[in-house]
């Protein structure tokens, strides 16, 4: 806002909305009949600081305040804006200042927002004069103290889904919608989570784009997403009947893994997997078990009873055992002298046997002293042919 204004293109409106952050927001009402092109003072609190190395002190700004508007115009008493600020100064209803300087020949608009109450009221005039009434607006907060922003574009019948039919009014199907919009996401777009024609709304937040939508026929199906996240499925009935479990009746079936702590009104009966009890005792008679006492004591007396036919048994053991060992000792006996015996016998039989066999082996040597041996039969042989040699009998 470098340029000096005329005055010409000045607008004053209010907007009970105090979180409005648009200079030609919808709800923005103008105050009509103004007298007087309102003054807006802003001032800043400045702090001065001595430096103590230095010639020349240092000043800060503080915290930057505006300086109560007079809100003047050409009182009409069955006037909407002007009965408006009346009701405000009875009410001390806060409500906004939309303050536009001027709209130039490309739409920018040159404005400020601040937020405060009327503190006051007062008429002036008479027969002579135009009666004007004079509204003291004391600001609470600047909510913008000055900027320059470009004039909002005509909503019309179509513009981001409203009003959309799909007949006269075409629906709105963008890849991604460049503002808060009714849409319309076709089966055949890549981006369709269902397979089906969707409907549904689209947030723009900067960059962030979030929607909830539903299938437009068929089953139902809802879905949502947001910036960070893919198109999500939220179950709805039949879905959730099927897939969760109703706080009373229902059936389970399948799994069930609790990582928590079932507790259950009534007691699961033995039948269905329970104990069909309130109580631990009444559970163990149910299930007809015994509890880790009465089996410890039971391991008590069987032990004690194992024990003694242990001691039985060793004892009787011992006692044929040393009835064994005697019978087998006297076998033992027995066979030995028996088996001394018939050594005797033998021995006696072999030397028999052996003298007769000596007694033979040298008859046999005595019968056979005469016997030429080879080497004498050899040489005999010899002589023999050598002689017939001689002879010429050859």
Partial sequence: MSNIFTGNGFKLFYNTDTGNQLPDSYKNTQIESLAVMPNVTFNSDTNTIEVYDGYYSTKLLGDKTVNDIEIIVNYIPDNPSHAFLDNAVETQQEFQLIIQYQTDEEGMIDYSI???QLSSKQITGDKDEVVQATYT??????????ARAAASIPLVEGSYGVGSNGDTVPQYQPDLPT????IKIPAASTDNPAGSDVMGIGLIDQDTFSSLAMTKSGALALYAKNGSTAWTRIVTSPMADAKYLPFS???ITGNLSITGILTLTNPLAVANGGTGAATVTSARTNLDVYSRGEV????VVLDTKIDTINDNLNSKINAVEEVLDTKIDTV???LNSKVNAMEVVLDTKIDIVNDDLNSKIDQVNTDISNVYTKAQIDTTVAMLV???NKSNFC
Avoid: W
């Fill in 114 to 116: 601040i937020n405060g």
């Fill in 249 to 251: 009746g229902g059936t």
């Fill in 332 to 334: 033992n006996d027995d």
């Fill in 179 to 182: 503002g808060n919009s009714f």
């Fill in 386 to 388: 050598a002689l017939l």
């Fill in 137 to 146: 607006f004391s600001p609470s907060e600047v909510a913008i103290r000055s």
């Fill in 296 to 299: 410890d004591a039971i391991n």
